[in-house]
């Protein structure tokens, strides 16, 4: 009855063009402090489980990038998938995996590419969970106490009152909110940010796959009975979170408030927002000279970037590709990547 | 008695960095069609005078690039100097050489670093100056008709009236002129700019430089005497342009107003104007992205620049350093290689 770690890495990261590319995306760059996100995300719970208990789900062209990332989890526990299903199949097959070595374990999920600044109350709060989870069974979720009125997240809502070590259960989960529904929520103060991150038994969800999507069930246990045919099963299994597959249906969810200092990094205004300012507001990660300019962020992953009488402007460079946006646009860098695929400069993605 | 050309190549181009270095500064950049500055200087004339009739004065850093963009000019034509000591030695002392092998030789001299739309226009005029050079002596200037108030020229003001082939006495050289001083001769529309562009015969220029500038003509003796000595001899040249030296105290001096195009490039705001722009304003040399943004102009040489959501910008990107600039601020280019020289960053310089 062992802790087991999945992290979840299939993400392509076109938000952070050019800094990710199609074959480095945001789970392997060094976005904040000295390692990888996905370095990073692992390290954050090594005193809580074994770096051998780590399972890692990802697209099958990175495993190797997560075996150079993660030295130290085994290659057999990096799942490539041959194309991105959602978060329930790669959730599933990892817990399948998972309950041959382990049937009593206890699963810790986490997306690869997140940032958390308080590590210590992290931990105590991964430890809380695990530990009710081994007593008690049932589905644990970290919601986020929020910090502004944000559209880009889902939402939990609590129910009940707290248990003694602060453990609510799930009233319902509320989708991307749009900005009035955000900011009446905010207003409330009782909902919290679904941070994607995931405490359960392995054997209970798996029980709940089974029950609430049994054509997943159906196709792991073929594929357990024969991998060699992940790429014929694999793309058939239905595409579905595990939120709206298993969360939003089980009976027993909970959510635990996380005060952790957490960001999914999602943008690069957001990676730009913790930087360390100048005083004139400027910020660089990476070589920068600020001329007479203010309120500028530089992101360099080598060139020298020199700015001279500029206003609100966030840069990203690198040796083939430069990006110069204004902040407040960062959710649009999509659309550079979409025009570089129309003129099919594949080479730049 | 053969024409001559004599191409000054001595600039280091700081404005223009990045595109510019140290061992690579404007002279030797395409800026603008095909060719490098100084390719598309000596092309310009072709037609006019033999290549194997060229001069060029340049650092003696540079004289291999000089080569390599000018291999139809004889390698002992290209004269390395130790250091700069502005115009008026580098021009006697091309002229001290010319004079050895064609004691009657008219010399054209040029910068090696201008725009010239058009050339036909060009010629016709350098040939007339030539030509009346080779008629009755002198010394003749290239007076650019103004199009605005420049405050970064020199000027000239013609006297008398014009011959019959268009020719005018100059009356007086003015300095770079406050911007009132600027506007008020652009309004009264006689002024011409300097363009730095001369002809005159090898011997007459000799002869004021043992007048006008005598430390100068005995060092350049010393200097055709014991060629060998050049490290020791020229830097104890005196430092003076050709302008104050000669031309402002010779006493006949003549120039020709022009209407040929003419841009000195002196900034990257001059060489964005001569860029075509699309609909939104927008320009670029190499490969850019436009995305809702409005009077940008990128110029790259290599690195693809995308563009979010931004106005008013000037970019110039390579491989290893970026430079972001309202394009008002090009003047300021020196600041940033200032930095980088403090903070002793050599490699990009």
Known sequence: MARWLVILAGGRGERFWPLSRMMH?????????????IRSTRDRVRPLIDPEHTFVV???DYVNKVKANLPDVPPSHILGEPLGRNTAPSIAWAAARIQQLDPLATMLVLP????????????????KAMQTCENQGGFYTFGIVPTHAETGYGYIEPGGLPS?????????????????????MMLAGQHLWNSGMFVFGV????????RYLPDLFRGLVALMAEPEQLDVIFPELPQVSIDHGIMERAERVFVLPAEIGWDDVGTFAALARHLPRNDEQNAAKGHAIFVESQNVTAISEGPVVSFIGVQDLLVVATRDAVLILSP??????????????????????
Chains 1, 2 share one sequence.
């Open 25 to 37: 995306p945001k789970q392997f760059l060094t976005l904040m402090g000295e390692h990888s996100m």
């Open 58 to 60: 990802t697209g099958a």
């Open 112 to 127: 690869s590419d997140h940032m958390i600044q308080q590590e210590h109350a992290f931990r105590q709060l991964v430890a």
């Open 164 to 184: 003694p070590e602060g453990v609510r259960t799930v009233r319902r989960f509320i989708e991307k909110p749009p900005l009035e529904v955000a900011e009446a």
């Open 203 to 210: 054997n209970e969800l798996m029980e709940s796959v089974a």
């Open 328 to 349: 407040e646009r960062s959710q649009d860098v999509r659309k550079v990547v979409q025009a570089l695929k129309e003129a099919q400069h594949d080479h730049l993605l």
